[in-house]
């Protein structure tokens, strides 16, 4: 069975914390640090077209693992962002997502990628 979020945490916690790592995770790092991890996301898409990424993410094996790897990285630095902060991911996904979902009604926002503000 996969780990909920609050599971996946105290295991990062535990592994940050056998690593006297803390010291290092002010929220102003985990902060710069996520960033950094999404970079190494796009990174992996640098000079590729459209089509020649989706080709990789379909069946480039190699591509796919470091893939994985890096939103691993990004989703992890997140959960210890949330657990320095107080704040509860999924929660916050769910309230955001319903957000989304006033900001951009399906009847203004189908078919087109306008900014809300633009709808
Ligand atoms: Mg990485």
């Given at each position: 069975?996969?780990?909920?979020?609050?599971?996946?945490?105290?295991?990062?916690?535990?592994?940050?914390?056998?690593?006297?790592?803390?010291?290092?995770?002010?929220?102003?790092?985990?902060?710069?640090?996520?960033?950094?991890?999404?970079?190494?996301?796009?990174?992996?898409?640098?000079?590729?077209?459209?089509?020649?990424?989706?080709?990789?993410?379909?069946?480039?094996?190699?591509?796919?693992?470091?893939?994985?790897?890096?939103?691993?990285?990004?989703?992890?630095?997140?959960?210890?962002?949330?657990?320095?902060?107080?704040i509860d991911?999924t929660e916050?996904?769910?309230?955001?997502?319903?957000?989304?979902?006033?900001?951009?009604?399906?009847?203004?926002?189908?078919?087109?990628?306008?900014?809300?503000?633009?709808?």
């Amino acid at each position: 069975m996969k780990p909920d979020h609050d599971e996946l945490t105290r295991r990062l916690i535990e592994f940050r914390d056998e690593r006297d790592w803390r010291q290092f995770h002010s929220l102003k790092n985990l902060v710069m640090s996520a960033a950094m991890e999404s970079a190494e996301i796009m990174e992996l898409t640098q000079w590729k077209d459209d089509e020649a990424v989706e080709r990789a993410a379909q069946g480039d094996t190699q591509f796919r693992a470091a893939l994985a790897e890096e939103c691993a990285d990004v989703f992890l630095y997140l959960l210890l962002i949330c657990e320095r902060a107080d704040i509860d991911l999924t929660e916050a996904a769910v309230s955001k997502l319903e957000l989304n979902a006033r900001k951009y009604p399906v009847e203004k926002a189908k078919g087109n990628a306008k900014k809300y503000t633009e709808l």
